[in-house]
């Protein structure tokens, strides 16, 4: 069974950093790809940031160059992080970690709707 617990949500000025992690566990999760969607109120949710198992990453374009994406592992436990660097009011929500539930390349897992997914932790960056 696979499960994600996110923590590290909060609030923080414009300009501000944060850093989110969350905890996969699951068989072989390993080996999928992993990475982090949001959504806002009245809008659709999109993709933020993978990373696969051949150590490729993927960004969204308005987060490149203030968000970074990793992920640790320990025996059998995943952390996933997200590095949120010059936090801007329009970075303001529900955030969500995620892993596919089937091989993929890191270009199609930001736009996959169909992953595991945790709770969401709340992000609100104010002016």
């Known amino acids: 069974q696979v499960q994600l617990v996110e923590s590290g949500g909060g609030s923080v000025q414009a300009g501000g950093s944060l850093t989110l992690s969350c905890a996969v566990s699951?068989?072989?999760?390993?080996?999928?790809?992993m990475g982090w969607f949001r959504q806002s109120p009245g809008k659709e949710r999109e993709g933020v940031a993978a990373?696969?198992?051949?150590?490729?990453?993927?960004?969204n374009d308005s987060v490149k160059g203030r968000f970074t994406v990793s992920k640790d592992q320990d025996n059998a436990e995943i952390t996933l992080w997200l590095q949120m660097n010059s936090l801007k009011p329009e970075d303001t929500a529900i955030y969500y970690c995620?892993?596919?539930?089937?091989?993929?390349?890191?270009?199609?897992?930001?736009?996959?709707?169909?992953?595991?997914w945790g709770q969401g932790t709340q992000v609100t960056v104010s002016s």
């Open positions: 699951g068989y072989t999760s390993s080996s999928y790809c």
């Open positions: 995620a892993r596919a539930p089937v091989p993929m390349t890191v270009i199609h897992f930001l736009d996959y709707p169909y992953h595991y």
């Open positions: 990373i696969c198992p051949d150590g490729s990453t993927s960004y």
